[in-house]
């Protein structure tokens, strides 16, 4: 298997892989470090493409109260993004988030 290219971030040393050096104990941890660090932002940034919905507006799109809204925040259920002290839902994860806890009734 192929060693994989240096990160655009910079985390691997450009010298070491031109020259074939390819170190194993830090240099992997900072590897994979990146590899979820850039997981993580491909993640975020997919829950930000339909826009973030105020909490006002995700109480009328959900059909809960504010208090629930931040009770899943505060507990992680539920993304958020913080500008100054106003929290704002990405549309779509709230929209995940109803898909994930929606109970379906069998037919007979």
Request: proline share 4%.
């Amino acid at each position: 298997m192929l060693p994989r290219a240096p990160c655009a971030s910079g985390c691997d040393d450009q010298r070491n892989w031109n020259r074939g050096k390819f170190l194993v104990s830090k240099k992997q941890s900072k590897r994979s470090q990146c590899r979820k660090r850039v997981q993580r932002m491909q993640k975020a940034a997919e829950l930000l493409t339909e826009g973030l919905l105020t909490i006002r507006e995700a109480e009328q799109f959900s059909g809960w109260k504010k208090s629930s809204l931040y009770r899943f925040m505060e507990r992680g259920d539920l993304p958020y993004v913080k500008i100054g002290a106003a929290r704002r839902i990405p549309k779509r994860a709230l929209i995940e988030f109803l898909a994930k806890n929606l109970v379906m009734r069998q037919e007979t």
